[in-house]
T-cell receptor, first 111, second 113 residues
């Protein structure tokens, strides 16, 4: 099993550009989430999903969109990149009442 | 809203000393989870506690879940340099936020030889 696969691992964007961070899991997990991690801020939830076709906002959703058309995939779209979105992004998946499996992360820099 | 608070934010110890991080939730939790993140890495699930007063051990790590299911602790006995990293606790939401996992801000552990 590959677990949770995130692509790309590194990305540099110019302000105003858009892009999609990919996340795929092969464990048939119901729940998937996107977090961003900034120094001293811990893990902040952007969006999450409890199943295909169901998404909801976390604590920092502005500037990001998600969709969950399949159980396996949960892409995160940056609509118009801003320097404040420079961060490390983690995708994670789990079954209800179990722990998260995290992807290895995407390090995004917006210049 | 639901919150999970964790202290201390930083802890520096000499190798061989013990370490404890504490986690408190604003609401009763159905379970509490602990994760470890090595520098430059991603969080890795360590353990889940479910029962009131539960205590679980993993080698030198001891995890406790409070009687009221609102607090938890992670204790490391005789730290080693391999214990370096950030330790997070997390608890699930309830009702309409059941799909969410609320993370504490983590305790960053530094161990010097």
């Amino acid at each position: 099993n590959a677990g949770v696969t995130q692509t790309p691992k590194f990305q540099v964007l110019k302000t105003g550009q858009s892009m999609t961070l990919q996340c795929a899991q092969d464990m048939n997990h119901e729940y998937m989430s996107w977090y961003r991690q900034d120094p001293g801020m811990g893990l902040r939830l952007i969006h999450y999903s409890v199943g295909a076709g169901i998404t909801d906002q976390g604590e920092v959703p502005n500037g990001y969109n998600v969709s969950r058309s399949t159980t396996e995939d949960f892409p995160l779209r940056l609509l118009s990149a801003a320097p404040s979105q420079t961060s490390v992004y983690f995708c994670a998946s789990r079954q209800q009442d179990y722990g998260y499996t995290f992807g290895s992360g995407t390090r995004l820099t917006v210049v | 809203g639901q919150q999970v608070m964790q202290i201390p934010q930083y802890q520096h110890v000499q190798e061989g000393e013990d370490f404890t991080t504490y986690c408190n939730s604003s609401t009763t939790l159905s379970n509490i989870q602990w994760y470890k993140q090595r520098p430059g890495g991603h969080p890795v699930f360590l353990i889940q506690l479910v029962k009131s007063g539960e205590v679980k051990k993993q080698k030198r790590l001891t995890f406790q879940f409070g009687e009221a299911k609102k607090n938890s602790s992670l204790h490391i006995t005789a730290t080693q340099t391999t214990d370096v990293g950030t330790y997070f606790c997390a608890g699930p939401g309830r009702g309409s936020t059941l799909g969410r996992l609320y993370f504490g801000r983590g305790t960053q552990l530094t161990v010097w030889p």
